[in-house]
């Protein structure tokens, strides 16, 4: 293999590594959302703000999201604010919602999902997508890396067509 013909397993082995610490973040993440859903101390949050933010252009569409200021009190006097997209849109300023936070860190509030979900199935189908993808980029490193020993540069694409060109070839 000569230095042409590195990103071809560089670059897919690269998208893989951040696919897995992608996953890693996101069962970690869950993880913690659910500890605090489970065993946190649960409070009463006043919605403080809302604001929506656009994006796009207006000519190919745009889109709205919704942002939620949640404003909660511990017992121990402090107050605190969370920022939260996951509330229903019918939630106006002023309305109450139940949050759930760790005592050792009480200004990283969970909001309480009326239905008792902890968003495992999100999470799942995330790091399914993320695990599928780092395999096929790690199997297109594979086929790439062992496809160059016999000298063929459209070996990792197959019988499909696309042909690589060796440089200074046309």
Do not use: K
Not at 124 to 140: E, T
Request: with cysteine.
């Amino acid at each position: 293999m000569d230095a042409g013909e590195i990103p071809l397993v560089l670059v897919p082995g690269l998208m893989a590594a951040g696919a897995l610490i992608g996953a890693g973040f996101t069962v970690r993440s869950w993880h913690r959302t659910r500890a605090v859903l489970r065993d946190g101390q649960r409070v009463p949050a006043r919605c403080v703000r809302i604001s929506t933010r656009v994006s796009g252009d207006g000519e190919n569409g745009t889109s709205s999201r919704q942002r939620y200021v949640l404003e909660y009190a511990v017992p121990a006097g402090a107050t605190h604010r969370i920022d939260e997209g996951t509330l229903p849109s019918t939630t106006c300023e002023g309305d109450m919602v139940t949050v759930a936070y760790d005592t050792r860190r009480p200004g990283q509030g969970v909001v309480v999902p009326p239905d008792g979900g902890t968003g495992g199935v999100g999470a799942a189908v995330l790091v399914a997508f993320l695990l599928v993808f780092a395999v096929g980029a790690l199997v297109f490193a594979h086929s790439a890396a062992g496809s160059f020993d016999d000298g063929d540069m459209n070996a990792p694409f197959g019988d499909s067509g696309i042909s690589v060109l060796a440089p200074g070839t046309a």
